[in-house]
Structures are given as C-alpha cells and as structure tokens.
C-alpha cells in the first residue's frame, strides 16, 4: 500500500486532519451523514464537558464498544482461505450428490484451521488438535465437513463434549493454564477415560505439532453414508492427504516459534497464497458395506476407531485448492459458521452417538456466537445456488419473502414449492430397541488401536510420544493422576509404559488398568478410580 499525500491541516492541539479531495470519499456516520471533524467531541467551551447531542461521538464509540462478539466455544482460534473442490469421476453409483457426478468440474469452499483449547489470541504451535473444516458451496446447498488433523476423537458420546472441553480449557478457579494440556484436570479426565487412550496417543505425538497447515491431513473422523439415486447406501469415511506430505516439528521448536511468532501458521498460509504456492489436498474416502463393517471386532459408529487403510485402501476422488486469502478476516473466518448437519441430498449420517449429538450442537453454538437466526444470510454462510423458503424476520433479516405468499401451501401461485425428486430424503436406515442409556458392548475395546498406532511409529516417533508424556505429566501434581495414566500405558505399550513411569520418577510400576472396566457398569470403582481429596 501506498500512503498518499493528502491535502491536510493542524487543528489547535496539533492533530493532523486529513482533508477529502479529488476522488478521496467523504468520512460519514453509519447513518450516510457527512463528518466535518473526527477528531474533536462536541463541547461546551474548549475546556468544558462533552454535549450528549454529539450523535457522532455516541454513534462512533457505540459501534466500538459492541465489535467484539463471543469467540467459538472451542476452536477459537482459526484461520481460514478461500478456494475450489475439483472432482475426478462421476461417483454416480454411490452418491447422488450433485457435487460428485461431473469429472473436472469445480465446485467454491472456504477452509478455517483451527486450534481446539487456546483462546483466540493463543499461540498457532500449541500441542492440540487442529481443526479442519471445509464448506463447499455446493449446487445443492452447502455441504460442511467439519473434521480435525486426527482421525478418531476422544470421546464415543457427544454428551461427554462439554465434561472433555471443560477439563481441558484453563482450570475454573485459576484461569490457567492458557492452551495447555499440561494440567491436573485435563489428565484426570482422561485417566478416567479410558476411551481416550487412542485419541491421546495421536496428541501426544507429532501430529498435534503440524509445521504449517499445509502439511497436515483432514478427516471427517465420523462415518457417514453416501445415498445413490436408488436410495441405496454406502458407508464412507472422508479423508483429506495434503499434496504436500504431513510434516511436523518437534517439541523444542514447537516452543522456540511459539515465543517468537505466535502467529507461525497463519502468517506460513498468507505467504503461501500471496505468492501463488496454493497448497492442495487430495478427497480420499474408504466405502464400505454393511457386510464388510461387521466383520470387525470394533464398531464402524465408533469414533475413537480407525479402519486400517490396509485393510480398506482409500480412493482418491478429487481435490481442494486453496488460492484466496479472505479480504475481511472478521467477515469471513470470523463469521463463517460450520455445522455438521449441513449435507447435501447423497449424503447422510451414520448412528455415531458423536456425530449425532454435533448435529443437535452447531446450530445452536452459531446462534449463540453470532446472534441471530439470520447467520446465513452473512456472505460467507450463504449458498451460492439459488435458496427460497418461507422463513421471515427476525434480527438482521436481509431476506424477507417477496409478495403476499409467507406460507405454504397458498393460493396465490406464489413462492417456492417441495421437490419429492430433488430434495434431500433421509436414508431409512431400520432403527430398532428399548430406549436406554447405555454404550455398546461393540465400543469396548479402548487399547488395540492405540496399541496399533504406536507400534506403527518409528522409533524416534515413538521416543516423541514417551517425551510428550513425559513432560505432560510431570506438569500433574496429583500422584495419583500420574498413576492411573501410567497404567492405562502399561495397556498400550508396556515398554512406553515403564519408560514414562521411570521418567516420572515412579518406583514400582502401578498395575496395568483393567481393559475390561472401560463399560463395565456393574463393577465397584476401584481404589485408583476414587475421589481425589484435595
Ligand atoms: C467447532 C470439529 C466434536 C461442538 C468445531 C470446529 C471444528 C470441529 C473443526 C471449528 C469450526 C470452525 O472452524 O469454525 C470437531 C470434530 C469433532 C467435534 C472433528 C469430533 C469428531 C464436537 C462435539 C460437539 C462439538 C461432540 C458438541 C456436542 C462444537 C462447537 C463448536 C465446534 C460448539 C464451535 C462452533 C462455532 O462457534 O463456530 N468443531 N468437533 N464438536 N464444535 Fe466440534
């Protein structure tokens, strides 16, 4: 940017007016009304007490003192960019969403990078999960999959969110630590949470220290169902491969670049687009029938679940370019509001008690955030293909039904009408049972895949994750925290067990936790299972 040379003058304190000339617009109210001096209040007498008829002093420091609004419950701090989804093959015998039936065609999105714990002036190189969630603006309405650099997830039910976030974000009664999982509660919760342990293993190691965004994968973590034009469905889970590779760095410099650039990530990203290098991410999905899900000693509705590319490869079908950074980051990033239950027709949930309770929580959440139930008439939130409907009102409403008709069915051959042909159908999955609070015996198994992560792990990878550990719970103060984490490890790993026991200066190993109490309801909390007296 240039700064120009402006005809301007001195008032009697010295302050600089800048005086509009030429094709320089005039300064107005939010109102269009023309402003003389922005600089000066009204008073009476130059000394004396400012006028409560300055309409402009009240209007400019009134919007001042309303442009904060609630940051994200979690994810706080993103960042996001613009670009285009290009599919490669007409996915027509598994989907009928519009997005998939076209080769080369190229469909807009906005990505937001997210850390999940820190606030949103916190640091980009926390050990945390990052967020990775993508809109595509589909000709159906817009699709969000709203997924993370890991695959799997700490809890299996969505009533749990609230007890993990807590635990993690800074302890109520001293507000510290700031984007930290280093902490008592945080590792109580987990060591009481066996479901955890595959989860924990991902963010202790390298992933959860991505060099850029640019270097990381994406997944939808859940499994959905794709819904051909049949009705007909197949499972599918979602998987972002960056063209770059994954790249990470390792904790010392994950601490140096935190000091001296908190911002690492989203200043490696507006770098990357500014000068044309627009990072790419391949579409994978693995699809799957019923038949293959139940030959699995694990739930395919399971979030804390992986299935092994080697026994289901992935297969590309398109890719994401990003080439835009937003012009507004507050408009944009800011305002941009995910939500899981945005799918277009060809694509649908599965039972995951995860997903299905996220699908009940982001309209709720953007309401909150952004206050109003017009958000989707913000720029960003609203679909690039035609919408109507009968919806009216309301704070901020930029789009009011045009004529007589609010309502359907009317008379007046007004407004739009139902399309049982193109409209999204729910796919009528067969759901049967008494009404219970219960989990699945098919979600018990909490350590064969954490198991199965680590030892996939070279060894420095693996001496990374014991590290991690290590200094994550050395920042414990409650032994007995420490403890029960290490006997979930002895589970996992015996050797990364015994090494972070030993580290944390442990003498007798404690004994390995019991697999089976992860659901076991009709057992008697164990000794390392009871109340910590404070
Ligand atoms: C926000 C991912 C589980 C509630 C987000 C965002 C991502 C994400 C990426 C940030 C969206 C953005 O950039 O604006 C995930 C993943 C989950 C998960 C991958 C599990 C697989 C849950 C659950 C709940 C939940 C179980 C609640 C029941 C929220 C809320 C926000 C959020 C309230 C804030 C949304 C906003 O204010 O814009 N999640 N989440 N999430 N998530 Fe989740």
Not at 201 to 218: H, K, L, N, Y
Not at 285 to 302: E, T
Not at 469 to 487: D, H, Y
Request: charged residues 25%; hydrophobic residues 35%; aromatic residues 12%.
């Amino acid at each position: 940017a240039t700064i120009h040379d402006q005809k301007a003058t001195r008032g009697n304190g010295g302050e600089l007016h800048q005086i509009a000339e030429g094709d320089t617009p005039v300064l107005t109210t939010a109102q269009g009304g023309p402003v003389a001096d922005d600089q000066n209040s009204l008073r009476a007498g130059e000394r004396g007490p400012t006028l409560i008829e300055d309409f402009h002093f009240r209007e400019k420091i009134f919007h001042f003192d309303h442009e904060r609004i609630p940051e994200r419950v979690v994810h706080a701090r993103g960042y996001g960019v613009h670009g285009f989804f290009e599919t490669y093959e007409s996915l027509a015998a598994y989907t009928r969403a519009d997005l998939f039936q076209r080769p080369g065609e190229r469909t807009p999105a906005f990505v937001r990078f997210s850390t999940v714990a820190g606030s949103k002036g916190s640091f980009d190189l926390a050990r945390d999960v990052r967020g990775f969630a993508v809109k595509i603006y589909t000709k159906e309405g817009n699709w969000d999959l709203v997924g993370n650099n890991i695959p799997v997830f700490f809890i299996q039910d969505a009533i749990k969110f609230p007890d993990v976030i807590h635990s993690v974000k800074p302890e109520p009664d001293r507000e510290f630590p700031q984007a930290q999982s280093a902490h008592d509660n945080f590792w109580d919760f987990i060591s009481l949470t066996p479901e955890s342990m595959h989860m924990i293993m991902w963010v202790m190691s390298d992933r959860a220290i991505p060099r850029s965004f640019r270097f990381m994968e994406g997944f939808g973590v859940h499994t959905f169902r794709f819904v051909n034009a049949k009705d007909e469905s197949t499972f599918v889970k979602f998987h972002w491969k960056p063209k770059l590779g994954l790249q990470s760095v390792v904790w010392n410099e994950a601490v140096k670049i935190n000091g001296a650039d908190p911002d690492f990530h989203r200043r490696d990203m507006w770098q990357a687009i500014q000068s044309g290098n627009f990072p790419e991410w391949e579409l994978h999905v693995q699809l799957f029938d019923q038949d293959f899900a139940d030959k699995f000693d694990f739930d395919i509705l399971d979030p804390t679940k992986i299935i092994p590319e080697e026994v289901l490869p992935t297969k590309p079908v398109g890719r994401l370019v990003l080439d835009r950074m937003p012009e507004n980051f507050f408009a944009e990033t800011e305002q941009v509001a995910f939500m899981t239950q945005n799918v277009p027709p060809g694509i649908d949930f599965s039972d995951d008690p995860l997903l299905q309770g996220r699908n009940f929580s982001y309209l709720d959440t953007q309401l909150k955030r952004l206050g109003s139930p017009n958000f989707t008439h913000l720029p960003i939130n609203a679909p690039k293909c035609p919408f109507h409907n009968f919806q009216q009102d309301g704070h901020m409403a930029m789009r009011n039904p045009v004529g007589r008709a609010n309502y359907q069915p009317n008379s007046w051959g007004e407004g739009p009408r139902e399309s049982p042909v193109k409209g999204f159908r729910h796919f009528a999955s067969e759901e049967q049972g008494p009404k219970l609070r219960i989990r699945a015996e098919s979600f018990a198994d909490h350590y064969s895949q954490a198991r199965q992560f680590f030892i996939s792990q070279t060894p420095p990878e693996q001496r990374h994750i014991a590290d991690a550990l290590t200094f994550e719970l050395s920042k414990v103060e409650t032994p007995v925290i420490r403890e029960r984490m290490v006997a979930h490890l002895l589970n996992i790993d015996e050797t990364l067990g015994k090494k972070v026991g030993h580290a944390l200066g442990m003498e007798t190993m404690p004994k390995p936790a019991d697999a089976a109490v992860a659901t076991r309801q009709d057992l008697d909390p164990s000794p390392a299972l009871s109340i910590i007296q404070r």
